[in-house]
């Protein structure tokens, strides 16, 4: 009898891997390729072509995301951009529940927790110091709770469509890099008002462009360093990993650069193409160093506040380099590729470069240790010397110039301190979504705006304290145990090429939760989404050689009707008539599930739009208070009906209806904001000035005192620089309202604020 198809292939591989300079692996394929024969063959380059509009629509959707969102700092582009999110999840999950295969559901438990994340945003509205950002936050969550969703439906329609998610998710991440190189090359088209030498473009902030370019590298190098594929995609890796590295340097960003070293080192210790990535990864950084160094020893390009036309000027010279740099990786990319495909290196060539690749690490570390045990600190005292820098709250600033990535001192040690102090005040419970930008003013010590505690860790002690913390664990690790299942970077033997991509998916997931640690890009929704995807796609993935089961429901042979064909013996009606019913709720369990999370979604994205819509009710009411006064009061009573939450809607409605000569309903409506949220100094603000303009500085001091109390470097103007004359107006109103107060019996009598 003939053998089985797989013994008979396994036993062909064998003989062909007895070729001198072939691989097992090598063979294997080559082998399997030619005995499944032209047809199978055919059918596998149709399939590779239709990868090409999954991929183009993903990296659209991840550059729509970033260009249009930016930093997710501001409400209008950020909330259409939750919107679509949302909507758009909620399709792919509703069509996951119509068409997906029957069997175990993997990604489940991970979902969950991270709904339940969600949801702890959303209560945290009932205790927040800052409800109106809580609500905000909650529409960020709902957005990425669904992209996470998406993610794991979409493993289930279409497993074999990983190439087009990791092939998306790096082509978007060069056109974004791309695109912030040309800001610095052409300064005066596309960043005309840009005045730093780091990149920042698009998102507005170094430090996300920079994790852009950390985990687009994780992709390059995937793309450089596999087996199958197109040769010349593999070649253009090469100029796109100087691209990514190029971009990474010139954000200047540690944060990214630290990152970026733990995924690299993750995907070399578990992904068994290591001389093939290092060999893309040697190249590009080569090339990526060498224009870095031009451009950080130009000061036209390194320096802060240059003239554009020097800037220009410079940039066009930078882009010259560029153009060099890619062409030469490039051909360098199709060179190897070229040699690598008509003969394959050696074991012994393999392990030799190995071992030299080895040895070169190995002599860079002693390299590094020995200069810094010949530093004048020595090597204990060097370390020492890092590590009270980096946790000094109290450190200077780097500038922003190429040095900084040598620096260890950092600002984020005192916004990190902060963060504890609101976490030892909230322990429980933390502030609330978002509430670290309130809480944080009553314990800084400088008057720099921040909204985030640069750290992700730090940012939920602060705003959901210990229980936030354990759910964020509890994620973490049902995360971890679907990523192992999928990824098995235990076991031995050759990968295959999904596993491959999975493992590079796990290291770019990595490389975001690292930088996560040290920055708040969790909160800027290019970034975020990327590794969400990723995240999702591993958890929904499932272990490899058991994914494929068939549904039992959809295995019974049909008709060119559809029904189910009678299959059997004398019971086969009987049999039919049994399994068309169980077909029939099964599908009606579909469809439930189809409608149940479209439904989810619009009323995700009602929620998501409210702040907007009573923004712009705000706005509009200011626009109308001068020509109709009655309209502009009906709208400024709309905005805070649409977003009952928001102060600024009640200070808003409070200016309409002292203007339109209502002083009590305008004291009655700031009162309200102040009881509504009495741990946020803007409140006790407004309503001071309230009285100062009616003529009462006595009766506003209590209110003054309570905004000093929750902000007390309000009233330091020769602190501040942006707000010099607002911190200056709340000083002369304080003074004011103490010398109108009888007896210091008045200031004990203010009521502290919660």
Known sequence: MAAAPAERLAGQAATAAARPGESELHAAERVGARSQGPLPALARRLQGRGLWPATLLLAALLC????????????????????????????????????????????LGSTGLLLAFTMLTAISVVWSVAP??????????????????????????????????????????????????????FPATLAPSVTYARLEEPYGYWNAIGLTAAMGAIGCIWLGARRQGHGLLSALAYPALG????????SYSRGAVAALVVGVVLWFAIVPLRLRGACVLILAGAGATAVAAWDFSSSALSSENVPLAERTTAGHELGALVLAMMLALVIAGVAIGFHTSRRAPSA????????????????????????LAHSHRGLTGSISHAVSALTNPNARTPPNTPGRLTAVASVRARYWKEALQVFDAHPLLGAGALGYRTARLRYRTETLDVAHAHSFLFQTLSDFGIVGLLLALALLLAWATAAARATRPSQRGSPTAERVGLTSMLCLVVVFGAHSLVDWTWYVPGNACVALICAGWLAGRGPLPGLHRIDPLAAAPRDADGPPVAVGGPLAPRADTRRAGLLDRVGRVRASLAALAIIAALLAAWS?????????????????????????????????SLDPLSPLAKFTLASVQQYTGHTALARATLQQAVREQPSDPQTWLELARDEMTNGEPRAALPALQASIYLNPQAIAPELLAENEREAIEIHNDYIEALQAAAAPATVKSASAPR
Request: a positive charge; hydrophobic letters at 60%; charged letters at 15%.
């Open 132 to 185: 109106d950002a809580s609500w905000q936050d909650t529409g960020r969550m709902l957005a990425y709770s669904g992209v996470f969703a998406a993610s794991v439906a979409l493993v289930r329609l279409a497993p074999d469509r990983w190439p087009a998610v990791l092939g998306g998710l790096t082509l978007a991440a060069v056109v974004v890099c791309a695109y912030a190189l040309l800001t610095k090359i």
């Open 64 to 107: 729509f995301i970033t260009f249009y969102a930016k930093g997710g700092l501001s409400l209008e582009p950020m909330s259409f951009a939750e919107i679509v999110l949302t909507l758009l999840a909620g399709l792919i999950v509703a069509g996951a529940a119509l068409r997906a295969p029957g069997g175990r559901i993997y990604g």
């Open 608 to 640: 998501q739009w409210q702040p907007q819509r009573a923004e712009e009710a705000r706005e509009q009411a200011l626009e109308q208070l001068a020509s109709h006064p009655a309209r502009a009061l009906a709208t400024a009573h709309d905005a805070v």
């Open 348 to 371: 012994l060539l393999r392990r030799r470069a190995g071992t030299a690749l080895l040895a070169l690490i190995v002599i860079a570390v002693i390299a590094f240790l020995g200069a």
């Open 243 to 250: 691209v990514m590295l190029l971009t990474l340097l010139l």
